[in-house]
């Protein structure tokens, strides 16, 4: 019986570093996980924040363009309307009296 105590003690030694081992593994597995979790948000949050920011260029250019536009119609109206009542300009046949 002697012989077999230093089995009987090793035995619960290796059974408790194997439980430690795989708690260990465990826990790692668990804190990768969240970290990749964790990336994964960080990532969709930039993505978000890019996407937001290329909205806001898009519309500001719109409105860019669409001041440039409107500032060029008018002024491309108001010299139409100069030459068309300027003294001396040709009058289109309707409006020349007979």
């Not at 439980?19 to 979790?37: A, I």
């Not at 964790?38 to 996407?51: D, R, V």
């Not at 363009?65 to 046949?93: M, Q």
């Amino acid at each position: 019986m002697n012989d077999h105590l230093p089995l009987l003690l090793l035995f619960p030694i290796l059974l408790l570093l194997v439980l430690g081992l795989v708690w260990f593994v465990v826990r790692y597995q668990r804190v990768q996980m969240r970290q990749q979790q964790q990336l994964a948000q960080l990532q969709e949050a930039a993505q978000q924040q890019a996407l937001a920011a290329a909205l806001v260029a898009q519309e500001d250019e719109r409105q860019r363009i669409a001041g440039e536009l409107h500032d060029g119609v008018g002024t491309i109206l108001a010299l139409a309307k100069l030459h068309l009542f300027a003294p001396g300009s040709p009058r289109p046949r309707s409006q020349r009296p007979d």
